[in-house]
């Protein structure tokens, strides 16, 4: 179930049925949007079959942050071939800004000039990062966050308490991907009333005990998800308060927070050492 969107929706439709597809297409918004979902329901449209494990279908993602140039190349020797059973090969990348300069560079020649009938999806949050050329060859579809009611109604739907429904929704911030994890997994509620706490009470220690949390979440696989929550506390405080200069402050912390995981998501960046220094903002 694709959760909103229905524009972009019916604009694939439209173009499927008409047999007019374009050979690239860049889905650009926020993370957790839907976008991969819709790109694989596109290609499935398309195909007429389940695209995972279909010889024509390839799913690019960053290795380690990146998407190197030997990636690239695999992905232009299997779209300079001829489709095995479907209409046309298909390509998602996902992450598409993670791509290193020379692999976008690489990518340039089967964008231009493809050797197969394709169509070829770039999928990304920051398209600032791709190069001009590339963005230039493809046509743009852009995602925004989904409406409160239509993450309600899945909601809803799925059986979830309207208490909580309420939290989530407040939560997701437009996102349905946010919504979706919370269905599949309730507990992460209350994981994430442990991690505000944990802030709350890390903010009101020594810088000492501060960098020592910042070490603790480096070494963490969801070091992401807990500053996403962050986010999410923060922005409900700017809400709530009415003195200035603690609004300012709370603007300041926020902005820090954007700062780090943008720098997390497109660089190499030590990460305990951008933990500190976000953890100096607090």
Known sequence: MIIGHKKQQEFFKKIVEAENIPHALLFTGNE???????????????????????PDFSLVAPKEKQIQINQIRDINWRLSLKPVKAPLLS??????????????????????????????????EYPKFLLPTIISRCQMVKFYPVANSEIKNYLRVKKIK?????????????RPGVAVDFFKNPEKLEERQEKIEKLVKIMKS????RFQYAKELSENNDLKETLSIWLSYFRKNLISRSDTFLMSKTREILHSIQRTIFLLSTTNINTRLALEVLMMEF
Do not use: R, W, Y
């Open 162 to 174: 309207q208490e909580q429904i309420n939290e989530i929704t407040q939560i997701c911030l437009g």
């Open 206 to 209: 020594p810088i000492n005990l």
């Open 91 to 124: 390509v998602v990348i996902d992450q598409a800004h993670s791509m290193t300069k020379g692999a976008q560079n690489c990518f340039l020649k089967t964008l231009e000039e493809p050797k197969s009938k394709s169509l070829i999806i770039l999928i990304t």
């Open 32 to 54: 957790k949007l839907g976008k991969k979902k819709i790109a694989f329901k596109l290609v499935s449209s398309i195909f007429k079959e389940n695209i995972f494990q279909h």
